[in-house]
């Protein structure tokens, strides 16, 4: 049982270039979320998956794209990246009524 | 909208005296309030969740947290701190919008234990 999985742990882009961040959980959880984490902002919610086949805007969603493949798996995708996107991403699912959300190891993105 | 404060960016204690980490929070409706911890370079841990019940909710590590409805407060306490409780902590809020339950985190407090 590895929970939530992410990849990869750490990737150099350069601005303009695209990439896709992986996220795999095997807790049959329902729900899955991506967020970006930055120095003196705590966590920010870029999109979320209430179930397979929804998605939804968070609090800061522009310059990104999600899919959720299925049930297990939630990309968040970057079609061209910038410096403001340089930050570290978490993945997270849960199993919905109370919220309880487990995360993943993250993904440290650098754009120069 | 829901929103949790964190008002110390950090605290600092010496280990064996007790701990405190302080949250606020402004809901409409029943608060559900998490607290979570992040140790360098790894994701967020779940320690503890106020639902419903008695005021004081245990987890984790030793980590107990207290919910004051009339304070709007959720404290994150720990009678005895370890250098090991070093580490970045963070209060969320469920939002229940949408389609979906939704945390919102404040921006976090770093604990830093000292011998």
């Known amino acids: 049982n590895a929970g939530v999985t992410q990849t990869p742990k750490f990737q150099v882009l350069k601005t303009g270039q695209s990439m896709t961040l992986q996220c795999a959980q095997d807790?049959?959880?329902?729900?899955m979320y991506w967020y970006r984490q930055d120095p003196g902002m705590g966590l920010r919610l870029i999109y979320y998956s209430a179930s397979e086949g929804t998605t939804d805007k968070g609090e800061v969603p522009n310059g990104y794209n999600v899919s959720r493949l299925n049930k297990r798996e939630f990309s968040l995708r970057l079609e061209s990246a910038a410096p403001s996107q340089t930050s570290v991403y978490f993945c997270a699912s849960s199993v919905e009524g109370y919220g309880t959300q487990y995360f993943g190891p993250g993904t440290r993105l650098l754009v120069l | 909208a829901q929103s949790v404060a964190q008002p110390e960016d950090q605290v600092n204690v010496a280990e064996g005296n007790p701990l405190t980490v302080k949250c606020t929070y402004s809901v409409s409706g029943n608060p559900y309030l998490f607290w979570y911890v992040q140790y360098p370079n790894r994701g967020l841990q779940f320690l503890l969740k106020?639902?419903?019940?008695?005021?004081l909710v245990k987890g984790s590590y030793g980590f107990e947290a207290e919910f004051n409805k009339s304070q709007t407060s959720f404290h994150l306490k720990k009678p005895s701190a370890l250098v090991s409780d070093s580490a970045l902590y963070f209060c969320?809020?469920?939002?229940?919008?949408?389609?979906?339950?939704?945390?919102?985190f404040g921006t976090g407090t770093r604990l830093q234990v000292t011998l």
């Open positions: 969320a809020v469920r939002d229940v919008t949408g389609t979906a339950s939704k945390l919102t």
């Open positions: 807790m049959n959880h329902n729900s």
């Open positions: 106020y639902i419903t019940g008695d005021n």
